[in-house]
Structure formats: C-alpha cells, structure tokens
C-alpha cells in the first residue's frame, strides 16, 4: 500500500515562489510516471503536471512555464517548483501517480494548501 504525503505549501503573494515535496513509500516509485493535481474550492481536481519515469514533463496550459516539476527515484520524492504564483493557483496539491486516464493510480494523501493572496 503506497502512502504519499505531500508538504510544502503555505501562503504567498502574488508573485511569489512556493516549492512542494511529495513522499512516497511503499512501491516501486522509479517505474510511474508521477503527477501534481490541485483542486480549488467548488471544482474538479485537475492534473497540472507530470513527469516520465524517463524524466519527459508535461504541464497544464495554465502553468506551462511558471511550475516545474522534479523527480528523485532514489529518495522517492516527486517536488514541484511553482513560481509566479496568482491568484488562481490557490488550491489543495496533491501528488500521485498518473495512470492512462490522467487519474490518479494510488489513494489519496492529504495534500498541502497553496494560498495566493495579498
């Protein structure tokens, strides 16, 4: 059973920087392709970034240039890197692997809140 437990977030202005980790145990990490979700308040949670088991990434359109995401198979760790953060990035993050629906293959962690504001 994989138990994932995100850490990191927090609140910040517009502008700012906020760098999420991502824990994993459980599984053999090094063979998913990993992925951040977020989910604001009153909607879906949606997948915002990815990264190969290969290291190839992939980003949200609404993130593409401002979040990068890493990968440290030996220490199980997935981190996302999100800088000029808005408004609109406020949210609850979590990781999990990707499976071929986009969706995520293990349960649930807690996530980690995200707030933008002045």
């Known amino acids: 059973q994989v138990q994932l437990v995100e850490s990191g977030g927090g609140l910040v202005q517009p502008g700012g920087s906020l760098r999420l980790s991502c824990a994993a145990s459980g599984s053999i990490f090094s063979r998913y392709t990993l992925g951040w979700y977020r989910q604001a308040p009153g909607k879906q949670r949606e997948l915002v970034a990815r990264?190969?088991?290969?290291?190839?990434?992939n980003y949200a359109d609404s993130v593409k240039g401002r979040f990068t995401i890493s990968r440290d198979n030996a220490k199980n760790t997935v981190d996302l890197q999100m800088n000029s953060l808005k408004p609109e990035d406020t949210a609850v993050y979590y990781c999990?692997?990707?499976?071929?629906?986009?969706?995520?293959?293990?349960?649930w962690g807690q996530g980690t809140q995200v707030t933008v504001s002045s």
């Open positions: 999990n692997a990707v499976n071929s629906l986009g969706w995520g293959t293990w349960s």
């Open positions: 990264i190969t088991s290969s290291g190839y990434t």
